[in-house]
């Protein structure tokens, strides 16, 4: 898939303006964490601290999928260190991460409760704030079950290795140390078709480099998949997303568009009549990862206002 992270459930905390403090000559905003929602999330790394009392404690730098902007409320991002956050635990499973989440809405709850003052009408202001947090949380379970529906391409795994593609043309061939994505952003300027192989004719490929004998070659790649053509000259830069017989299903648009080709206006691609300027693409990576790793962006935007979905009553406080 196109980012090489492992992939995990997490908390992620929910930050809202929760007053005002007096600053050097204005009042600034006062903003913390107001609930925590499930999320997968983009592993980075991992640390441990080992303190002076012999206990460690460890900790998980992640990226959320969807981060608040300012404009939109909340946008589909790439991952980077610079939209990293820490986190106390990382989970395998949705279940995992919302029974740990639940746990943490209630503390923060408890927290409110704690500093309301000991008047006669205490039981009502306990039941007002606590129906105050769940309103909230009920706002943002929608924002969860939302986002998680909008990042149904990020594979859960425990370990996402580096997909190397290798390139062939005129004979000869490379590895290229780049997944298939990195590929395709710096070959603006280059024609290509991208066919898929199995980890299997990979690894076979691989030998037949080492042993720099090529002799063989085709009877392992005869049955490779064209997924991808490219020819910045006619195509406008665009990249075409094909099937076996060279129809195009959809174009990838310079901007990293997932466009269909559902009216049939780009005619399909005569796998038979490619040049030799051509060169030839071999990636573990199928059409259905293409397809699932650019149509993120058919959701890059989310606004809280618009959602309507469903809340999940189990994980609210009682």
């Known amino acids: 898939m196109k980012y090489n992270y492992p992939v995990k459930y997490a908390a992620m905390p929910i930050i809202e303006q929760v007053g005002w403090s007096h600053g050097l000559n204005e009042l600034d905003r006062v903003y913390d964490v107001v609930c925590y929602i499930v999320s997968k999330c983009y592993l980075l790394s991992d640390r441990t601290k080992y303190n002076q009392d012999g206990k460690i404690e460890k900790d998980y730098e992640v990226v959320f999928p969807y981060q608040k902007r300012e404009y939109y409320n909340w946008e589909r991002i790439t991952p980077s260190v610079n939209d990293s956050t820490y986190v106390e635990k990382v989970f395998n499973s949705y279940n995992e991460a919302l029974e740990f989440v639940t746990q943490k809405n209630k503390e923060l709850c408890d927290k409110t409760l704690a500093f309301l003052p000991f008047t006669k009408d205490l039981k009502n202001q306990i039941s007002e704030k606590t129906q105050e947090f769940n309103d909230r949380l009920s706002k943002y379970k929608k924002l969860e079950q939302q ?172």
């Open 147 to 318: 986002i998680l529906a909008n990042t149904a391409d990020l594979e859960q795994s425990n370990v996402k290795e580096l997909n190397e593609i290798i390139l062939y043309n005129k004979g000869k061939s490379k590895v290229v140390s780049s997944n298939l994505y990195e590929y395709l952003n710096y070959s603006t300027y280059s024609k290509y078709i991208v066919y898929s192989i199995s980890k299997e004719q990979y690894n076979k490929f691989l030998t037949l480099i080492n042993n720099r004998d090529l002799s063989s070659i085709s009877s392992i790649i005869e049955n490779s998949i064209p997924i991808l053509y490219h020819d910045f000259k006619t195509n406008e830069k665009n990249i075409l997303v094909i099937n076996k017989n060279g129809n195009v299903l959809y174009y990838i648009n310079e901007w990293g568009f997932l466009i269909s080709n559902d009216k049939d206006e780009i005619p399909p691609i005569k796998l038979n009549n490619i040049d030799n300027k051509t060169e030839y693409v071999f990636t573990t990576e199928t059409l259905e990862d293409i397809i699932m790793s650019f149509n993120q962006y058919k959701h890059e935007y989310l606004k809280l206002s618009d959602l309507n979905e469903p809340t999940l009553k189990k994980t609210l406080l009682k």
